[in-house]
């Protein structure tokens, strides 16, 4: 995982401007209902994704914000305006495309400048602009060169230049590094939290990538079959998936069959296989009737390997290691807890002088209550 | 060798392809009017006759008109009509298409006949315009061939981004598709120019009391006295036809490289 840059702290969300806001918002193409009642506020310079599989609808509702889908029912505001009758050139946002749709026969200053051409400053002034648009992007003195010949990485910066120059109130970006290879991907999504940072525009982004949006977003709206699965910052969304659909979609979740014994008091006790009665907070729990089956998940980096001699701070279960995977600065452990036959996956960081165990090694899993989350 | 026979059969091939086309500078500056070896001499003859020939000007202004209506009506419809088959989804589009496209494969007689009756039985003289009304007809479809491949190599986005960028829906199109698609409607205007310029049957059964160059030369053939001169205006057409080639391939080459986009070959 890449780390961004850490963040001063910004005003809370709560007390900024809405600057999109969706109503009820329903996309139907011809049978095929797309967009299912999505409601949801993006606030002002906000870096908001929508996240989820291909087909979920993120993109059509990224594109109802752009103005290139017309919605079947609900309302899109932007800036508290109804964006209804407004056609993308008259709305102020401006997108990323994926393929970034940089004008292949023209060069790179006139694709930048491209949206200034209705802009009535003198030349020299738009020229100006056109400069400090690519110096932003660190493309500085590309001017005029042929937009064709640039690289994929490059062509991202004009794209994010000629989409920025004209200061839209929102920059929609649709999977803008999903083209790139894994190192410049990297890079660029450091790049674009510090330019979304400098410039102070709302940026929504559409990703598949779990991890792209956890390093970039302020929020993510997870998105299955045209709803919103789970809106939250990402470390609520990690820890605290709202479903085991979006816990399954978030990095790897262990599961283990559980059963509700009873609850009160803002707690529910449960019985786990593999690791016995429990108690927890009912935040960690979604409502589920006594007596019914449930599963609890949990985090692989929430449990640790017992080497000899040492003991759990607080709950410890017995199990038999199944695989290893060693990743250099990690060691992924499956390990068979006992009485359950699925093995669950315990991410280990390597520290100096400590050995990786091997398959088949009798073992002690350390775990706490706290790192569980209880679903349907 | 292992591929001789191969490369003999290419060779043959080649020469029966192109030794008649050959032939035609050959005879055109020999100085005889039988079409025979051995050559007599070498004569400015039949260009200077084929030069002061009224008819053969008028049939040449003519088909000069006609090819040149043809390609820009069937140029501009197809565009329209790639336009539409690469962009928009609606019903019945593929049987649409399809009945474009069917002139393509209809025996030219076929259309000719019908297409004399019908003009006939509306009423219509027999012109240049009727001429180019059937040339139209049957031009199109190449046309759009041409033009789809154009079209469909275009992103989508790219319409969608000047769009978002602040154009209008026309002046994306003037300032980004059409820029894009260009080579294209020269490679469409190109061939469309060329299979009206040599196209007989339509013409003579639509032209009326008009000549065109096909037919015109058809009508000499009876003579053997003219063959001469049809030799030297065969080889003045054969130049022009790789003058006009060579022109579109070089436009076409032209706007490849200004966009960088992947060559997936041309005429040459």
């Not at chain 1, 450091?190 to 970039?216: N, P, Y």
């Not at chain 2, 008109?65 to 069937?74: E, F, N, P």
């Not at chain 2, 015109?216 to 054969?238: C, D, H």
């Amino acid at each position: 995982m890449n780390q961004p840059a850490p963040k001063a702290a910004p005003a809370p969300l709560e007390s900024r401007r809405k600057m999109i806001e969706f109503d009820q918002v329903h996309k139907y193409y011809g049978d095929y209902h797309a967009l299912r009642g999505i409601s949801a506020v993006i606030r002002e310079g906000e870096f908001f994704s929508l996240l989820g599989p291909s087909g979920c609808g993120k993109t059509t509702l990224l594109r109802t914000i752009a103005g290139f889908e017309d919605i079947s029912s609900g309302a899109v505001l932007i800036d508290g305006k109804h964006m209804e009758d407004v056609p993308p050139n008259k709305r102020p946002t401006n997108m990323v495309f994926q393929s970034y749709a940089i004008f292949p026969h023209l060069t790179v200053g006139e694709n930048v400048g491209f949206g200034l051409r209705r802009d009535p400053r003198p030349a020299a002034e738009k020229a100006q602009a056109v400069e400090q648009a690519l110096e932003m992007v660190g493309l500085k003195g590309y001017g005029a060169r042929a937009a064709h010949a640039l690289s994929g990485g490059q062509r991202q910066r004009v794209a994010l230049a000629r989409a920025l120059i004209l200061k839209p109130k929102v920059l929609l970006l649709d999977e803008p590094l999903s083209a790139l290879d894994k190192k410049i991907r990297e890079q660029m999504q450091v790049e674009l939290i510090k330019l979304q940072r400098e410039v102070g525009i709302t940026f929504v982004l559409v990703t598949h990538d779990q991890e792209e949006a956890l390093v970039m977003s302020d929020r993510i709206a997870v998105m299955f079959e045209g709803e919103i699965a789970q809106l939250a910052d990402p470390e609520t969304l990690y820890r605290r998936p709202a479903s085991r659909r979006v816990a399954d979609f978030i990095g790897v979740m262990n599961f283990l069959p559980a059963t509700v014994l009873g609850e009160g008091n803002g707690h529910v006790q449960l019985e786990v296989a593999g690791l016995g009665p429990v108690d927890i907070t009912d935040d960690q729990a979604q409502a589920i009737p006594t007596g019914e089956p449930a599963a609890v998940g949990f985090r692989p980096e929430t449990l640790t390997i017992l080497y000899e001699g040492q003991t759990a701070t607080d709950r410890e279960a017995p199990g038999v290691i199944d695989e290893v995977v060693y990743y250099g600065d990690m060691t992924y452990y499956d390990v068979k807890l006992d009485g359950v036959e699925k093995p669950v996956r315990i991410s280990m960081r390597n520290v100096f002088g400590r050995e990786v165990l091997d398959v088949g090694t009798r073992t002690r899993v350390a775990w706490s209550p706290g790192a569980l989350v209880l679903f349907r | 060798m292992k591929f001789s026979g191969l490369r003999l059969y290419a060779l043959l091939y080649l020469l029966f392809l192109y030794a008649p086309i050959l032939l035609l500078p050959v005879f055109a500056f020999n100085d005889g009017t039988v079409i025979a070896f051995p050559l007599k001499g070498f004569t400015l003859e039949w260009f200077g006759q084929m030069a002061s020939n009224d008819t053969l000007g008028r049939a040449l202004v003519n088909s000069l008109i006609i090819a040149l209506s043809t390609a820009i009506l069937s140029t501009t419809l197809g565009i329209f009509a790639a336009r539409s088959a690469t962009r928009y989804h609606y019903a019945g589009k593929a049987g649409v298409m399809g009945l474009i496209m069917l002139p393509l494969v209809l025996p030219e007689i076929i259309v000719a006949v019908s297409l004399l009756v019908v003009l006939l039985g509306m009423g219509m003289t027999l012109s240049i315009f009727t001429v180019i009304l059937g040339h139209v007809l049957i031009a199109t479809p190449y046309a759009i061939a041409v033009l789809n491949a154009a079209f469909s190599t275009l992103d989508q986005s790219l319409e969608e981004a000047a769009y978002d960028l602040g154009e209008t829906k026309w002046s994306t199109f003037r300032l980004i598709i059409l820029p894009l698609v260009t080579p294209g409607i020269i490679s469409s205007a190109l061939m469309a120019f060329t299979i009206s310029l040599d196209e007989f049957i339509i013409a003579f059964f639509l032209a009326g009391e008009q000549v065109t160059l096909p037919t015109y030369i058809y009508s000499q053939l009876r003579f053997p006295k003219q063959i001469p001169m049809i030799m030297a205006l065969g080889t003045v057409l054969v130049l022009a036809s790789v003058i006009l080639l060579t022109l579109a391939e070089y436009f076409r080459r032209r706007g490849l490289a200004k966009t960088g986009a992947k060559d997936t070959g041309g005429f040459l």
